[in-house]
């Protein structure tokens, strides 16, 4: 039911896992959630799922889904206190549109209900649950290129819901653990020499079936979606696109747009060649980083985009005429804007979820096809004052991963790069960066703002008291005046 799925393990696997983990709280930088008034507007249309499937469970294993669904209905509530939607009228508007025009298209084929939310979520993924709601994520909107491919998307998530792959697949999956013979089977290996490793054997073959089930799935999901694409006014051609793109996706997710050492060169602060060495990450926050053997393969539950691409022009689309349709029929001016709003919350969803070093390295990627975008060096400002809180309050690991083993090369370069820097350098390399932009940029609050806490984290008075006088007296009724006056 996942789109890309090469990132994020299947929905079935996490519900079964009880893994629906919500993202970390953002305690280091100086964010003020937005989750309360997530949680308000939300929680009716979760309490509502969560009513409406409990009251059509199947006969068998009633406990267990309901316990599935009171767990899902949880993390959900608990994703919407941490803020991690996108409740923005303009894209839910956009998304709803596309929606709209598919279901017109195809009046007699779908027939289940479906809700749409889109996640701050930058990983490029679109997920659909087995109780209709379909989660888009910002990083998946930001890297469609047109409306014809998040319609395409779309159509895709559909097709698994009508198809009813998420709940088939639970049904599967209970059946295993839970019946009579899987618990015949499991007491069995309980009185066997070796019984934890038979078990983990046991499991394991569980997960390679329930692999195999969603690898079909896809397969039957993009040619379905194939047939309602051709029958909107959307460029179904656009199909394939989408899937050449998600082919090469996660590998450009995690690789380097920017030069590290001429991104962190300043003139008065020049780049160290040493926070390229290696040995210098083996120790933090007192523990030791492992190369821990990450099969990269075992996440990869599907078959490759790239040949799904080719499924899709050469079987699905065979024959289909383009007919002058359009890619764009909302207009490429409200694609970009959407796009860019996509972009930019995708950004803001890392920070807030925790996941600070990948927000830097997205942020510093994007800045280099946009560099005169204030927001977008103000958060690389953020980062370096949040890390910097990080490490001096000993939770920098937190925000940042271990370079480990089975990472691509470049993000591992990042990672090696960002557990180098010590507290001083944090707060030097924060500072000079933002000391080295535009001057024009001072007219921005919250490039001022970091600005003034970059300095403070250098421990600089006169500095720290000149830009807290300038921002008391650009932005009289600022967001920060309070936070500001013990610096
Ligand atoms: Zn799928």
Redo the contacts with the bound molecule.
Sequence with gaps: ???S?KLIGCLTLFVLAGAFSAPAQTTAGDHTPTGVEQLETLRPVFEGLFEATVAHLPANYRKEYRQLYTDLRDSRLKEAENGCFLLDKDVSGYLEAILREIKRANPGLLKREVRLLITRDPVPNAT?FPDGLILFNAGLLAACANESQVAFILC??LA?HELEHGPRAIAKRFDLLYSKKAKREMASIARQKNASEKARAYLSELTYEHRRHSRE??SE?DSLAAVFLARTRYDASQASGALRMLDTIDNDFHTPRFDLKTTFDFPDYPFKIKWLEEENTLFRDGARVFDGALNKDSLKT?PDCRHRATLMSDRYLKGYQQDGRLSDPQGLELFASIRQTARYEALLGAFDGGNIDLCLFLTLARLREQSGNVRLHALVGRCFNALYAAQRDHVFSRYVQAPRVGFEPGYKGWLQFLNTLRLRELAAVGYHYLNTCDQAFLQDEEFQYQLLAAAKNMELPDETARHKTAYLRNFPKGKYRAVIQSF
């Design positions: 039911m996942c789109f799925l659909t895709h998530e698994h799935n896809e999901a599907h």
